[in-house]
């Protein structure tokens, strides 16, 4: 599917977390895209000599679910986060769709394993949720969300509900009284024991650079091929000037 420029109505704003939004919208032409896959958002006028700038948010919401839901992570001098902070229903913006290669693909007699930070849990949502992987599920599935607090945790309740999808949220440094697991997803998948179907396992990771990073590592040392691992890097931490 080739990108198209959308003029994109929005239908509704909402806090999810202290720090992460929704905005659902329609088109006024039909947006076809495959679970995973982003929308560039047009940010008028914010770049250089007042030129357009161009951002990509991964959809949240099933390719066949109407409005189309977006999670945003609003984040300190982002121009393309506060441009979708301030619009409320019936406002528009302006975004080109579809884009990205990152999509559930199946291969039987596989286990599958999503991997998330934060917002990264968006394209993981949209595929669990799509006709595709309902049609060609994975022998068992496990999606990870990493968080810092428990307040950030996204789509808990619907995630939990889902048949066939063993939900495991993390929190790295909870408050108060958290029963779950207790740490980073890279501590969780390093706790896994010899039964872990390491190399029977499609791997999806989407977040934090960081994260990504070690957890190829982690999965090179237990010898799984790297045709097995897809990854999205939604932001990767400046190297240190030494």
């Not at 959308?6 to 947006?31: A, I, M, N, Y």
């Not at 039964?195 to 799984?224: H, R, S």
Request: hydrophobic fraction near 35%.
């Amino acid at each position: 599917m080739a990108a198209t420029e959308f003029r994109c109505e929005v239908k509704g704003f909402k806090h999810l977390t202290p720090s992460v939004f929704e905005v659902t919208f329609d088109t006024q032409q039909p947006l076809e895209f495959s679970a995973g896959q982003f929308i560039s958002v047009i940010i008028p006028g914010a770049g250089p000599h007042g030129r357009d700038l161009r951002r990509a948010y991964s959809i949240a919401s099933a390719p066949h679910v109407r409005p189309v839901e977006l999670c945003v992570k609003l984040v300190e001098d982002g121009p393309g986060t506060h441009h979708l902070y301030r619009l409320r229903p019936g406002d528009t913006f302006r975004g080109m769709a579809p884009y990205g290669d990152f999509v559930y693909e199946p291969k039987p007699g596989s286990h599958a394993c999503f991997i998330a930070t934060g917002t990264g849990i968006a394209p993981f949502r949209s595929m669990v949720f799509s006709a595709e992987f309902k049609k060609n599920p994975p022998i068992s599935a496990t999606c990870l969300l990493g968080v810092s607090d428990v307040s950030e945790l996204l789509y808990t309740n619907e995630m939990e509900s889902l048949q066939g999808i063993t939900w495991v949220p993390t929190v790295s440094r909870p408050t108060g009284e958290w029963r779950g697991f207790k740490g980073r997803v890279t501590d969780y998948l390093r706790a896994q024991e010899a039964g872990f179907p390491w190399l029977e396992t499609e791997y999806y990771l989407c977040g934090n650079g960081a994260m990504i990073d070690e957890i190829k590592l982690l999965l090179a040392q237990k010898g799984v091929a790297k045709g097995s691992v897809h990854q999205e890097v939604y932001y990767k931490p400046p190297k240190e000037l030494k």
